[in-house]
Every structure is written in C-alpha cells, then in structure tokens.
C-alpha cells in the first residue's frame, strides 16, 4: 500500500500503482468525469500514469491552470491526430499548448494547401475522434527510438528537432488512437 496525500493534508492508502483517475473515483464519479490531469508531488501527469511510491496529489479540472494546459496539450495531439487522418504525409513541427488555447506547425503534403475554409472539416474529425475516447499511452524512449520511429513515419522535422535539440533519456511520445507525437 503507499500513502496518497490530498492538498487539505488528509492522508489515504491505496495499491502500489493507482492512477490519477482512479483515485478521483474513489471520491465520487462526478469528480472523476471532470478532472483532466493530477498533480504527483508537483509535477502535472496524466491521469492513467500509475503511482507507485508515496506521494502527494492534487486532482484538476479544466478551471485549473494546470488542467486547462493539459486539456489544450491534448487537445493539439488530437487536432494533429486528425490532421494525419485528413492530409496523409503531413509534416509536424511544434504543436504546444499555450496560454490561450494551442496550435501546430504543419507542412502540409506537396500540392496540398490548408486554408481557413478547412478548418470546420478538421474541427468535425477531432470531434469525431474525440468520441473515440481512446486511450493515450505515454513511453519514454531513448533517442535512437524516437529517431527510427519517427523515420520510418517521414517525419522529417520532428526527426531534426529530436537530433538538434533532444536528450536521450528525456523523451517521451504520446500515442493517441493513429497518431504517435512526440513530448520533449
């Protein structure tokens, strides 16, 4: 059993490798249908990362300025989720949450040009994939990895930003239904 303790300094034990999400269960479905992300010992996680050692939490909702950059971090995984989808052979570059929202760098595929009229068709598969509900996975992996995997995807700029600008042993992807995106 390890210790979780809540920011009102209440202390409760649960399993070795409970999650964010499951401990929000634990206090009540509502709760658990609002938050977006936690906080271990002061570093903002997803919700499924497990726990495994004693630990304070915090749990945030999208009111939360931790919780609204989770949402919005996500929420540029899943625009360039459907972005793949749409445009196959589109290149990725930076696609961060920001204060205000998020965006992403694209190239789109040769010939091919994204225009504001197109943005409704976009927002409707983010939707559509929203629905989904798939899981999103996380895997730190060392920079070879991240450089033959993205290679093997032609993803051209993330591969210059991975060998420019990326340490091995400070590289995680996320993978979010077809899209695997990489995470500094």
Same mark, same amino acid.
């Given at each position: 059993?390890?210790?979780?303790?809540?920011?009102?300094?209440?202390?409760?034990?649960?399993?070795? $490798?409970?999650?964010?999400?499951?401990?929000?269960?634990?206090?009540?479905?509502?709760?658990?249908?609002?938050?977006?992300?936690?906080?271990?010992?002061?570093?903002?996680?997803?919700?499924?990362?497990?726990?495994?050692?004693?630990?304070?939490?915090?749990?945030?909702?999208?009111?939360?300025?931790?919780?609204?950059?989770?949402?919005?971090?996500?929420?540029?995984?899943?625009? *360039?989720?459907?972005?793949?989808?749409?445009?196959? $052979?589109?290149?990725?570059?930076?696609?961060?949450?920001?204060?205000?929202?998020?965006?992403?760098?694209?190239?789109?595929?040769?010939?091919?040009?994204?225009?504001?009229?197109?943005?409704?068709?976009?927002?409707?598969?983010?939707?559509?994939?929203?629905?989904?509900?798939? *899981?999103?996975?996380?895997?730190?992996?060392?920079? *070879?990895?991240?450089?033959?995997?993205?290679?093997?995807?032609?993803?051209?700029?993330?591969?210059?930003?991975?060998?420019?600008?990326?340490?091995?042993?400070?590289?995680?992807?996320?993978?979010?239904?077809?899209?695997?995106?990489?995470?500094?």
């Amino acid at each position: 059993m390890i210790k979780i303790t809540f920011p009102d300094g209440s202390v409760r034990e649960f399993e070795k $490798g409970v999650t964010g999400l499951q401990i929000a269960e634990s206090i009540s479905p509502a709760l658990a249908r609002s938050v977006v992300a936690c906080g271990v010992n002061g570093e903002t996680v997803e919700l499924n990362r497990p726990i495994n050692e004693d630990a304070s939490i915090a749990l945030y909702k999208f009111e939360d300025e931790e919780g609204k950059h989770t949402f919005w971090h996500t929420s540029a995984h899943l625009l *360039a989720e459907a972005l793949k989808e749409l445009y196959p $052979g589109i290149q990725f570059g930076f696609g961060p949450a920001i204060e205000n929202g998020f965006f992403y760098d694209v190239m789109p595929p040769e010939g091919v040009t994204i225009k504001e009229s197109d943005f409704p068709a976009i927002e409707a598969k983010m939707q559509e994939l929203a629905k989904k509900n798939e *899981a999103v996975v996380r895997r730190d992996v060392s920079k *070879a990895d991240a450089l033959v995997e993205f290679k093997a995807d032609g993803q051209t700029y993330i591969c210059e930003r991975i060998d420019e600008d990326l340490e091995d042993g400070s590289i995680s992807t996320y993978t979010q239904g077809s899209l695997t995106d990489l995470c500094g």
